[in-house]
């Protein structure tokens, strides 16, 4: 099992910058692929990116590829999304999640979450 906690977001401009960190507890957090997720209101939870439990596999939503970058630090116990370019449809709460071993893009294959942390990009 793992506890996930999510910090970083905040209100910024369009085509500003964000770093978001998903600190884990547990000893065994080198064992979970994490993913980053979304929620807007009215909208349903959408993928954004995930990171193997090595963090040699990434995956990335077409909307935020080129964009955000997922990273993880397992001496840590945090993963990371930097998000860059900053556009007003990233408003969201954001989430991380996690499951053992391999990236999935459902959420529904995630059985441990965070909080979230709400993202709001002004025009």
């Known amino acids: 099992q793992v506890q996930l906690v999510e910090s970083g977001g905040g209100l910024v401009q369009a085509g500003d910058s964000l770093r978001l960190s998903c600190a884990a507890s547990?000893?065994?957090?080198?064992?979970?692929?994490i993913g980053w997720f979304r929620q807007a209101p009215g909208k349903e939870r959408e993928f954004v990116a995930a990171?193997?439990?090595?963090?040699?596999?990434?995956a990335y939503a077409s909307s935020v590829k080129g964009r955000f970058t997922i990273s993880r630090d397992n001496a840590k116990n945090t993963v990371y999304l930097q998000m860059n370019s900053l556009k007003p449809e990233d408003t969201a709460v954001y989430y991380c999640a996690g499951r053992l071993l391999q990236t999935n893009q459902a959420p529904a294959r995630y059985p441990y979450w965070g909080q979230g942390t709400q993202v709001t990009v002004s025009s």
């Open positions: 990171i193997s439990a090595s963090g040699g596999t990434t």
């Open positions: 547990g000893r065994t957090f080198s064992s979970y692929a």
